[in-house]
């Protein structure tokens, strides 16, 4: 009795060790092998197998068997509903059979096929979720006595054990699946289209930096990609299985780009009520991306220049200097030099981050992309919409090829989407695309005009052009033509721009 009760303690612990293991599951096969070889133990069993249920073929197959006969009994498979383990995985219900010579439902073809008598026999159901995936079976006591109800409570808790392993190893592989589909997703998403000259040098010298971590500024003008060549660079890049961090330096205040950048401690402020992560931390062994960068103000510039000179930073109200290895990525489509020589930018921050410069390429600059780029989003539209036939005419195609687009990539995208939209579902037309792509572009100052005509329409189009180029925001078209917000927003009403 003694040494019953320390086998028994001994199999708790073992139990107690195995579901420990079950939540990380990292060798399924090997997993299932040991819980069943422990209850084959525990219960002092003659044999035991693990059926799996097969819902396509709705047969039960041999995933672990145990006994003299283990290996001999793979080769079989059960219907669903035959035989005990078949019963119990139609009905859902244990079963503890103590002859199974007086049982109507036992199938004793295996038996006699591999030479294997057999007296009683214990099944529970394995179950994920409420759904059966198999059942658990023990076959005879070793020393000759009979299966008890106390063995067919034991043998629950180990179906449970194994329907768990089973249920997080499907729900990993799940998890796997879908990180594979999303990263494919995601690398369609962020891919760069185009095979100019302009464009194929940009890459190659991307795709050489993209083995350093030296720092990398990216410049061009509003939506020319540059987030899409920092994320070629960080996936092609000895950091491409850590984290990518996006930050627009120009969409946020001081105070909150330096809480997104650090994060803060508990308290620091009102509000502050649980400590914060920050861009930085999350990004470390990583890649953070600063987009914008020429928008930061003086105090984020020196904050930033310390992370780059230290490798460390403090969260907001926080005095514990925090290491992180970052490969840091920033963009900007501000004349970074002159705002340097003019005392907007530090000298010293633009040398920490410009240790490697790339420039993207306007679309204008790359015309032969401009065909690709069009049919590329008109796929994507089509998806969306389920417009399958719909095509680009000649005529559209030439005028988008012809126009300027100063917003770049950006604004051609807007302008499909909207011609899409608002087309007749089978043919994208000249009268589809925004107006201005039908219009002819600003042919220069023309003879008769008086110099106050031949001003206005300059200082119109020179307006026009750089609320284009901010994407209409006002704020920088100002700051880029070195006038006052509100002396612009009179010469809008003036000119009557919209």
Known sequence: ?????????????????????????QDLDRLLELIIETATRMMDAKASSLL?????????????ATGVKGTDIKQFEIDLGQGIAGYVAQTGEPLLIPDVAEDPRWYKEISESIGFKTQSIA???????????????????????????????ILSVFADLAAQAIGNARKIEHDKKEIIDLKNELQSKYEIIGESKALRKVISDAIKVASSKSTTL?????????ELLARLIHRVGPRKDEPMIVLNCAALPETLLEDELFGHEKGAYTGAVARKIGKFELADRGTIFLDEIGEMSPGMQSKLLRILQEGVFYRVGGNK???????????????????VAQGYFREDLYYRINVVQLQMPPLRER???????????????????????????KE????????????????????????????????????????????????????????????????????????????????????????QRTYLSRLIAKYGIT
């Open 123 to 153: 099944c529970v159901p394995m179950k994920v979720n409420g759904e059966i995936i198999g059942v658990v079976e023990i076959i005879d006591k070793a020393d000759g006595s009979s299966i008890r109800d106390e063995d067919l409570k």
């Open 321 to 339: 200097a925090i290491p992180v290895d970052v490969r840091v990525i920033s963009a900007t489509n501000r004349n970074i030099e002159e705002d």
């Open 396 to 483: 559209a195609m030439d005028l988008m090829v012809e126009y300027d687009w100063p917003g770049n990539i950006r604004e051609m995208k807007n302008a499909l989407e909207r011609a899409v939209v608002m087309g007749n579902g089978k043919q994208i037309l000249p009268e589809d695309l925004p107006a201005f792509a039908c219009t002819t572009q600003y042919p220069g100052l023309e003879v008769g005009l008086s110099l106050k005509e031949a001003t206005d329409l300059f200082k119109k189009e020179f307006i026009v052009i750089n609320l284009r180029h901010t994407e209409g925001n006002r704020s920088r078209a100002a700051k880029t033509m070195k006038i």
């Open 367 to 393: 015309r032969e992309d401009i065909a690709l780029l069009a049919e590329h989003f008109l796929d994507i539209f089509k998806k969306e919409r389920g417009t399958s036939n719909l095509v680009i005419s």
């Open 218 to 226: 990216i410049l061009g003008e509003s939506g020319t990609g540059k």
């Open 1 to 25: 009795m003694d040494n019953r009760l320390t086998d028994i303690n001994s199999s708790i612990e073992h139990i107690n060790e195995i579901s420990a293991w079950v939540s990380s599951v």
């Open 52 to 64: 799996m249920l097969d819902h396509k073929t709705q047969k039960l197959y041999f995933k672990v």
